[in-house]
């Protein structure tokens, strides 16, 4: 059953009946629903809450009316963080993979409200083997829809041709989303947080490396990385008793579980 959030703008789900300690934000083409085998029906299992919502364009919500970045998207949330958070602090916010970019905004726009963030496969620094621009063959048809030589229906060919697997499912403005979301950069948004960040990583994690996490635990001032051996990209539904745990752990600790 789906719950409204902030004045009817959000929904999705709450777990647990008392303070809301954790907002869950699920990852490109997935929903709220990634988190529920972490809550379940108690919540954050210490007599608090946990909330996670369907950003736009997933799920229950439709998609932005522009194409958004990241920024826009943690702009939505503010007012979900102040409901959430009345009195300030203690809110932790969980970010897997497009909802950590997300996240990574909520301490600045939201002061004083977010305690704790924990990251999850996030694409927080680009990857060394990742390519640098599109092939030549997509580059020319490009060039030729550019000039009237090319219709849509051939550059959309060539779109799902060499486009990522997100990209290609992408459709309407999500797909200039997705455009401008891959383009960002986080590097000078992670050396200036200042609340403690958790990075808790598939070891196997074959789209977003493990190398991502070290280097970006590197830029960040009070960061610790937890490694969970045998899980991959989809932490969030692959070990959800270990991001249960370390959401239960006192936040800060800056002490890696795990190898790192």
Do not use: K, N
Request: glycine fraction near 14%; charge should be neutral.
């Amino acid at each position: 059953m789906l719950h409204s959030f902030a004045d009817g703008r959000l929904f999705g789900a709450r777990w647990g009946d008392g303070p809301t300690a954790v907002l869950a934000l699920h990852g490109w083409r997935r929903t709220h629903l990634d988190f529920a085998r972490i809550f379940g029906a108690e919540g954050t299992g210490d007599g608090r809450s946990a909330v996670a919502v369907d950003l736009p364009g997933f799920g229950s919500a439709p998609p932005p009316p522009e194409p958004w970045g990241t920024a826009e998207y943690a702009g939505l949330l503010v007012p979900l963080v102040d409901e959430l958070a009345p009195g300030g602090g203690g809110l932790t916010v969980l970010g897997h993979s497009f909802g950590g970019r997300v996240a990574l905004h909520l301490p600045r726009l939201a002061p004083g409200r977010v305690s704790r963030l924990v990251l999850t496969g996030v694409p927080l620094l680009p990857r060394d083997d990742a390519p640098a621009r599109p092939d030549a063959g997509f580059r020319l048809v490009r060039r030729l829809h550019r000039m009237g030589l090319v219709g849509e229906e051939r550059m959309e060919r060539a779109r799902r041709t060499h486009g990522s697997a997100d990209y290609r499912a992408a459709e309407g403005v999500m797909r200039q989303v997705f455009v401008r979301v891959v383009a960002e950069r986080y590097a000078a948004i992670l050396a200036g947080l200042d609340c403690p960040v958790d990075l808790v990583w598939g070891e196997d994690d074959d789209e977003v490396p493990l190398r991502v996490a070290r280097e970006a635990a590197a830029l960040v001032p009070s960061a610790s990385l937890t490694v969970l051996p045998g899980v991959g990209h989809l932490t969030v539904t692959e070990a959800p008793d270990a991001l249960r745990a370390l959401l239960l752990a006192s936040s800060g600790s800056g002490s890696p579980a795990g190898p790192a």
